[in-house]
């Protein structure tokens, strides 16, 4: 067979850069260029081919069922796991856990010896599965510049920089089985208009018999009543129209589910025996499948602005700031895994994940010194003091490193109960307001009033992704010192003793570091707008970035 995706020959990579010193003897731009050798501009463009396909080979040698491994997924929601009764039967029953190495063979759901097969059987068994796409391209990156240095008196150099970066076929995963967004082409309306009438009239609490017809329902399911009442086993939707029984199963005063993938899987098949509609949302082998695909994008836009003191024999020093932003589909990589932070959630919108990139720092500024202190001899003070005198005044420096940053984005927090859009994947939450995120040190909250941030969020409907890097957590700094101690040796002037004292984090700032993401802490339950927040909801930082403020103490003899 043909390996999982073609090779590509078109991985044309040019590149070109010009580089133009100008040379203005007088006026204006004599003063701001200079003379020859003083200031220069550069600019350059290049195209460039990501590597890949290692990772791609070790994730799916092991983990895809296509021929690789032969693997049983027992499909969601095929077994009640927390109020079910064991005399209900294994159809009604979870397998218990009785111990390690228990035997499987004979589990319900578990055929024993099943045959090796290199397809997937149509049966419905709602698999959730990964591959490949097989029309997988090269990544390309189109990378541009234009930069202007200029030299200073006293040894300073200023440069100043414009980055562009345009990343085309980057690889993403996305769910190639993505639940049809259904049209009607009586009424031109689609499954996620039609469910969002029925979301505005659940949030309005519209009782039952005040609900319109809607035609999407009418026209595509107008069995849905009789068919739904032999999926509920319920006599009371027989009398209900199509727009009702579909509204009844998540209104409040009915069944209560707004799970949106939930009721398609509902409506996907005629269960009345009319046999009017099978296969409407999910395709008949998987309820997701993940691909690799080489269908994302990103996009970025920095300034550079650098000060250095090159020449100094005291003080040496740089100063730089970054100004930018970064936007992509998704920020993973490879190893993210399938489901994981590279997943494009929505592949009918694939625009709604793109978003600000979860590495997009939008400040930066970064410095860096060397301080030779003038005392001693052959210095500025005193240099002309004995050798005596020079062991302790003489040969001190002072050198230091300070970072300082703007927030990275954070993903917002996502439907812990329901799931919108994607069968496997949940959708994340969509403002209602405006919470930013204010680290409350005393309870390591993310808000100060964790009810609040809470009802800011709502539940996704269908077909949405929800609010990607909206959030940004507080900015990050830290400073680096060192003090170091040089003493020449008697008997020669090549041989040096040097003492290093060396503190990181001297202000033993902590800024805390998110990562208690559970479904407690970041999860929005049903109704999340007007519900009540779990008592740890917002409690996410259980560390620190970088490190507590250490000591670190060094000899070194040179000759």
Not at 270 to 293: E, K, T, V
Not at 466 to 488: A, C, E, H, I, W
Request: glycine share 10%; with cysteine.
């Amino acid at each position: 067979a043909p390996g999982f995706y073609s090779m590509d020959w078109k991985n044309w990579q040019p590149r070109a850069a010009l580089a133009w010193s100008p040379d203005f003897k007088s006026g204006f731009l004599g003063k701001f260029f200079g003379k020859n050798g003083e200031s220069v501009l550069r600019g350059g463009f290049g195209i460039v081919a990501d590597h890949f396909g290692g990772q791609l080979a070790v994730s799916f040698s092991g983990l895809s069922t296509i021929g690789f491994t032969e693997e049983i997924t027992i499909a969601a929601n095929t077994y009640d796991v927390t109020g079910c009764n064991p005399q209900g039967g294994p159809d009604t029953c979870a397998p218990r856990f009785t111990g390690f190495n228990q035997t499987i063979r004979g589990l319900p759901g578990v055929p024993v010896s099943p045959a090796q097969r290199f397809d997937t059987p149509a049966d419905e068994s709602q698999r959730i599965e990964s591959s490949l796409d097989a029309t997988i391209q090269t990544p390309k990156h189109y990378v541009w510049n234009i930069s202007f240095g200029r030299q200073l008196p006293g040894g300073l150099y200023l440069e100043a920089s414009y980055i562009g970066r345009k990343a085309r076929h980057l690889l993403a995963a996305r769910d190639v089985m993505a639940l049809n967004n259904l049209v009607d082409r009586q009424s031109g309306m689609d499954w996620y208009t039609a469910a969002g009438l029925l979301h505005d009239l659940r949030a309005a609490d519209t009782p039952l018999s005040s609900i319109p017809n809607i035609p999407y329902f009418n026209n595509l399911f107008p069995t849905a009543g009789p068919s739904l009442a032999a999926f509920w086993g319920d006599s009371d939707y027989a009398s209900m129209t199509p727009t009702q029984a579909v509204y009844y199963m998540i209104a409040r005063d009915g069944y209560d589910v707004l799970d949106w993938t939930f009721v398609q899987t509902a409506l996907d098949d005629d269960f009345s025996g009319a046999g009017r509609w099978s296969n409407l949302f999910f395709h008949p082998q998987y309820a997701a499948f993940s691909a690799f695909s080489s269908v994302a994008r990103s996009d970025y836009n920095g300034a550079t602005f650098s000060l250095r003191q090159r020449l100094g024999t005291t003080l040496t020093y740089d100063i730089n700031y970054t100004w930018s932003k970064s936007f992509d589909d998704a920020s993973g990589l490879q190893t993210g895994g399938s489901y994981g932070s590279q997943f494009i959630l929505n592949p009918l919108r694939q625009r709604d994940n793109y978003s600000v990139s979860d590495f997009d720092a939008r400040h930066s500024v970064n410095a860096n010194f060397i301080f030779q202190l003038p005392f001693g001899k052959d210095r500025q003070w005193f240099r002309g003091m004995n050798s005596v005198a020079d062991v302790f005044i003489g040969g001190w420096q002072l050198a230091g490193i300070y970072r300082w940053n703007t927030g990275l984005p954070i993903f917002s927090p996502f439907d812990a109960a329901q799931w919108a859009t994607n069968w496997n994947a949940q959708s994340s939450g969509v403002r209602v307001g405006n919470v930013p995120i204010r680290v409350d040190r005393n309870t390591q909250n993310a808000f100060s009033d964790p009810q609040a941030a809470y009802n800011t969020w709502r539940n996704a409907r269908a077909g949405e992704t929800g609010d990607r890097n909206v959030l940004r957590l507080p900015s990050y700094s830290t400073l680096d010192l060192g003090l170091s101690k040089t003493f020449q040796m008697p008997w020669s002037e090549n041989h040096k003793l040097q003492f290093r004292w060396e503190v990181i984090n001297v202000t033993n700032t902590q800024y805390f570091n998110a990562d208690e993401f559970t479904r407690s802490t970041w999860g929005l339950q049903q109704d999340s707008d007007i519900g009540e927040a779990a008592s740890d909801f917002g409690q996410i930082f259980t560390s620190i970035q970088g490190v507590p403020r250490r000591m670190q103490f060094g000899v070194r003899y040179s000759f």
